[in-house]
């Protein structure tokens, strides 16, 4: 079979052999996998990380022990857990000391024939719903995280930093649960797809408000983000740190104390109301996924799509088996 492998920013394609399952694993088949900002920053040296990316996708159960598994389209969360510390205990897999993370942290990821992951960590993918769509689960799943977190109540405005992948997921996310949104961003051609959810859509120039909203989202994946929101943001006021950057941040915390700001840095999500809100589609108060796709590629050329993945402007590259 073959498999990506990344290490010191180099991108290849290399036949390797068919992985074990353990127990209480599944061998999943790829069918199709997304590119995420993740997986670009691995590259760019995230993590230290070498071997194989990839966390968002959709595969075949090809082999398993839980029989009701067996030959289902499947999505899985992404964090393997000890499901025995005392995090564990407290509901806090996502967080485990000793977790393993699918393509991101001692645990092969995606992009590869095929993989293995807990049964535990699966979810079937309804019948009704596309691969494409929900291809994008795990990345929904993480917008609705915000809202796992604090509680933004219906009608409240909040602000969105960036018109990436996150960032377009995160306002038609919370647009759909209601929130007045307002989005920053540098492409007009990529905010059409939040503003026809309903998203208030601003091209971001050098002059953004000050101290304007109770509510701010940093999804720009810059590292002058988090220093953007903190302009933006009210006294007591929120920011929501949804960016993985490589590097060290250089901020003045003085408006952080001085405005009595509260910081939450917002990671991963529970797959259910992912799964919930991906079933009901645009045309149904859903949220629009397939325009963001912005090109395929056979896994065979990993390298190309991560190439084209990496291009400014571009959206979502997927990765097909």
Same mark, same amino acid.
């Given at each position: 079979m073959i498999a990506v492998h990344l290490e010191s920013g180099r991108v290849e394609v290399r036949n390797v052999p068919r992985p074990e399952r353990p127990e209480g694993y599944a061998l999943l088949r790829l069918i199709a996998a997304g590119i995420c900002n993740t997986d670009l920053e691995l590259q760019r040296g995230y993590y230290g990380f070498?071997?194989?990316?990839?966390h968002e996708?959709?595969?075949?159960?090809?082999e398993t022990d839980d029989a009701s598994l067996a030959g289902?389209? $499947?999505?899985?969360?992404?964090?393997?857990?000890? #499901?025995?510390? &005392?995090?564990? @205990?407290?509901? +806090?897999?996502?967080h485990c000391p000793t977790r393993t993370v699918l393509g991101i942290v001692r645990q092969p990821g995606a992009f590869s024939d095929f993989f293995v992951l807990p049964e535990r960590n699966l979810h079937i993918v309804p019948d009704t719903m596309t691969t494409e769509r929900a291809l994008f689960t795990e990345p929904v799943a993480a917008?609705?995280?915000?809202?796992?977190?604090?509680?933004?109540?219906?009608?409240?405005?909040?602000?969105?930093l960036g018109d990436g992948k996150l960032g377009l997921l995160i306002?038609? $996310?919370?647009?759909?649960?209601?929130?007045?949104? #307002?989005?920053? &961003?540098?492409? @007009?051609?990529? +905010?059409?797809?939040?503003?026809?959810r309903g998203v208030e859509t601003v091209i971001a120039g050098g002059n953004l408000p000050k101290r304007e909203f109770r509510w701010v989202v940093d999804a720009t994946g810059s590292q002058t983000g988090l220093r953007q929101a903190l302009s933006m943001v009210e006294p007591r006021g929120t920011v929501i740190l949804k960016s993985t950057v490589h590097g060290e941040l250089a901020i003045d915390t003085a408006p952080v104390i001085v405005d009595e700001v509260t910081l939450?840095?917002?990671?991963c999500g529970r797959f259910e109301p992912s799964l919930e809100l991906l079933a009901r589609g645009p045309e149904r108060g859903?949220?629009?996924?397939?325009?963001?796709i912005a090109g395929r590629f056979p896994l065979a050329q990993a390298p190309e799509a991560m190439s084209r993945a990496a291009e400014k402007g571009v959206l979502k590259i997927i990765l097909e088996a």
């Open positions: 070498a071997g194989t990316p990839g996708f959709v595969a075949e159960v090809a289902e389209r $499947v999505v899985g969360e992404i964090n393997l857990a000890c #499901r025995a510390c &005392g995090w564990c @205990a407290r509901g +806090l897999e996502r917008s609705c995280e915000i809202l796992d977190q604090v509680s933004i109540a219906p009608d409240e405005m909040v602000a969105v306002s038609q $996310v919370l647009a759909a649960r209601g929130c007045r949104v #307002r989005q920053f &961003g540098r492409h @007009a051609s990529k +905010l059409r797809i939040p503003a026809a939450v840095g917002s990671r859903g949220i629009d996924v397939e325009s963001m």
